[in-house]
């Protein structure tokens, strides 16, 4: 009993003593967290009477120490932290948090001798280790005393061997001193032993001045440097809005290097990055980078990747690579039908695009089961506008023969209008409705209807060969062939109108028509007549005035239309630009 009673007291003394521990570490959990909490009130007395007698209790309390080595320096007292420093160390001799604080409290005391020789001891008892040479030039750079801490640097290296031993400190330090040449050195030697480092790397280096990112570039294209450097200097043009100049030095990269996992993902991320540049050149070499990665990467990401990289491609105006990556991915069996489908489509586009005409029709009706046939419609469309372009109107009218959507029965206005068939467009147009095709379409359709509406004929091929003028772009000899059409019209049977068709594409086209813009347009003024195109021709004087700086005329014009058509619709137009005319309105 008496041996049971004697066992039970040591246990509870024990028990006892590891509670009173566990209060103890509580109390000074608490105590730093008081400390800190005063700290940021700004009180660093009362916090550094806090982190002092916690110490006193347990010496080598690091955040204890660490607090006091925030606040002593605010009240100018740092002297106050060596000797607890060099207690705690005397307790814990290996520690290197320790030792790191024993060299900033030297440093920040501005005793560089013993900063030294604390720092050499350190690196005689961890005789591999980088960590001495670290903090000893960190203590140094957080005094600016850069030269210093470089040779510690650089002796740290030559001390423990390898090019690319402390090469972060050594970059960082080259930052921090402005030196942004020797910085990208560093880094360079960082990225090619360890390229996980390259985001960090390309990160910090992004911030180079703009006067010093040539000599950036250089350092790291050096004929010397290893292909991962040369992908950070990829990189960085890209940042700097040099997409097409990193790529060429990503290609470069890959070319001296077999393709591995690492080349995967570098071109990934160079293919991500590029997403954030919204320039042709972007996206092009954003297309690029998915098209090498896409190489390299199993089914489906591969087809996925393909048909992603042919968008960018399209959107960067790169066509030949967009065809050539869309032809690989429309014949590939391993896609996916919904990849497959849109590289065939896009391919027609592209095709369309270049000029490939009879290419794009056989590939076309080759794809009755791979393409939708919403994606057949707008092909056929695109095909017709083609033709048309190139004057075709037989070979356009063909492409829509047997396509009976409200699209191709506009688009086959169009078509009868070119033919000088008037009554067959106004018929065409009618039906397919105000809302075939998007806005712009329905606009132009409807302005057309409003000019043959006042045409007092069923047919004019004069009309319809200088529409046709204009639909191919030649405005120059849409304005000749338009006025030679007008002629064939009576005073107030579509003349009027007509030559307003032909004074807008004038007033239009370069200085040289301007003049031949302000003859027809003086010419329906003069005209009059009870239509609409006196005052609209008015309204287009002005503004072709105003666009030549004659404000003066150009408010005459405006304020004559104003008395002489008082119902006009144009009226509205007609004072606002009449208020721009006067400064009232800024313009645009």
Do not use: K
């Given at each position: 009993m008496s041996r049971s009673r004697s066992g039970g007291g040591r246990g509870g003394l024990v028990l006892a003593v590891a509670l009173a521990l566990a209060g103890a570490v509580d109390l000074s959990a608490q105590a730093i967290g008081q400390g800190f909490e005063l700290e940021r009130a700004g009180r660093y007395g009362d916090a550094a009477a806090v982190y002092l007698t916690t110490l006193r209790a347990d010496p080598a309390n690091l955040a204890a120490l660490l607090g006091l080595e925030r606040v002593l320096p605010m009240l100018s007292r740092l002297s106050e932290l060596l000797p607890l420093v060099q207690r705690a160390r005397a307790r814990v001799p290996e520690s290197g948090v320790l030792r790191g604080l024993e060299l900033r409290v030297y440093a920040g005391l501005n005793e560089p001798d013993s900063l030294a020789a604390a720092a050499r001891r350190w690196a005689e008892a961890a005789p591999g280790s980088e960590a001495p040479y670290r903090e000893w030039?960190?203590?140094?750079?957080?005094?600016?005393?850069?030269?210093?801490?470089?040779?510690?640097?650089?002796?740290?290296?030559?001390?423990?061997?390898?090019?690319?031993?402390?090469?972060?400190?050594?970059?960082?330090?080259?930052?921090?001193?402005?030196?942004?040449?020797?910085?990208?050195?560093?880094?360079?030697?960082?990225?090619?032993?360890?390229p996980d480092q390259l985001p960090q790397a390309s990160s910090q280096l992004g911030d180079t001045p703009a006067a010093q990112r040539d000599r950036v570039?250089?350092?790291?294209?050096?004929?010397?440097?290893?292909?991962?450097?040369?992908?950070?200097?990829?990189?960085?043009?890209?940042?700097?809005?040099?997409?097409?100049?990193?790529?060429?030095?990503?290609?470069?990269?890959?070319?001296?290097?077999?393709?591995?996992?690492?080349?995967?993902?570098?071109?990934?991320?160079?293919?991500?990055?590029?997403?954030?540049?919204?320039t042709p050149a972007g996206h092009r070499v954003r297309g690029l980078a998915l098209g090498r990665w896409a190489d390299l990467v199993p089914s489906p990401l591969a087809e996925r990747a393909r048909a992603e990289a042919v968008r960018e491609l399209l959107d960067g105006g790169d066509r030949v690579g967009a065809r050539l990556a869309l032809e690989r991915l429309a014949g590939d069996t391993l896609a996916p039908p919904d990849a497959?489908?849109?590289?065939?489509?896009?391919?027609?586009?592209?095709?369309?695009?270049?000029?490939?005409?009879?290419?794009?029709?056989?590939?076309?009706?080759?794809?009755?089961?791979?393409?939708?046939?919403?994606?057949?419609?707008?092909?056929?469309?695109?095909?017709?506008?083609?033709?048309?372009?190139r004057g075709d109107l037989a070979r356009a009218a063909a492409v829509l023969d047997k396509d009976s959507s409200v699209a191709a029965i506009a688009q086959r206005g169009w078509i009868a209008l070119y033919r000088g068939d008037l009554r067959g467009a106004t018929d065409a147009f009618r039906v397919a409705g105000p809302y075939a095709g998007d806005r712009a379409s329905a606009t132009e359709r409807t302005a057309m209807m409003?000019?043959?509406?006042?045409?007092?004929?069923?047919?004019?091929?004069?009309?319809?060969?200088?529409?046709?003028?204009?639909?191919?772009?030649?405005?120059?000899?849409?304005?000749?062939a338009l006025r030679r059409a007008a002629a064939r019209f009576p005073p107030d049977g579509g003349r009027p109108d007509v030559l307003l068709l032909a004074g807008q594409v004038a007033a239009r086209l370069d200085s040289l028509h301007a003049a031949t813009a302000a003859a027809l347009f003086d010419e329906i003024a003069r005209a009059s007549g009870t239509g609409a195109a006196a005052p609209a021709a008015e309204l287009e004087w002005a503004r072709l005035l105003l666009r030549q700086g004659h404000a003066a005329e150009a408010a005459q014009r405006l304020e004559h239309l104003i008395l002489t058509y008082p119902g006009s619709a144009f009226v509205p137009e007609a004072r606002r630009e009449l208020e721009r005319a006067r400064g009232a309105i800024p313009r645009s």
């Open positions: 030039a960190l203590a140094l750079a957080d005094r600016r005393v850069f030269d210093e801490a470089r040779r510690v640097l650089l002796s740290g290296r030559r001390t423990l061997g390898g090019d690319a031993t402390l090469a972060i400190e050594l970059a960082e330090l080259e930052q921090r001193a402005g030196n942004w040449e020797g910085a990208a050195r560093e880094w360079g030697r960082v990225v090619a032993r360890s570039v250089r350092a790291l294209t050096a004929p010397e440097v290893a292909p991962r450097t040369r992908r950070l200097a990829a990189e960085l043009l890209l940042g700097w809005g040099q997409p097409l100049e990193g790529w060429a030095l990503l290609e470069q990269s890959l070319a001296a290097t077999p393709p591995s996992a690492e080349t995967a993902g570098a071109l990934r991320r160079y293919a991500d990055l590029a997403g954030a540049v919204a497959q489908a849109m590289a065939e489509a896009a391919l027609l586009e592209v095709l369309v695009a270049d000029g490939q005409l009879d290419a794009a029709e056989r590939r076309l009706a080759a794809s009755e089961r791979t393409l939708s046939g919403e994606d057949r419609g707008s092909l056929r469309l695109a095909l017709a506008r083609a033709h048309i372009a409003a000019l043959l509406q006042q045409v007092a004929a069923d047919t004019s091929p004069e009309l319809g060969t200088a529409l046709l003028f204009l639909a191919r772009g030649d405005s120059a000899g849409a304005v000749v």
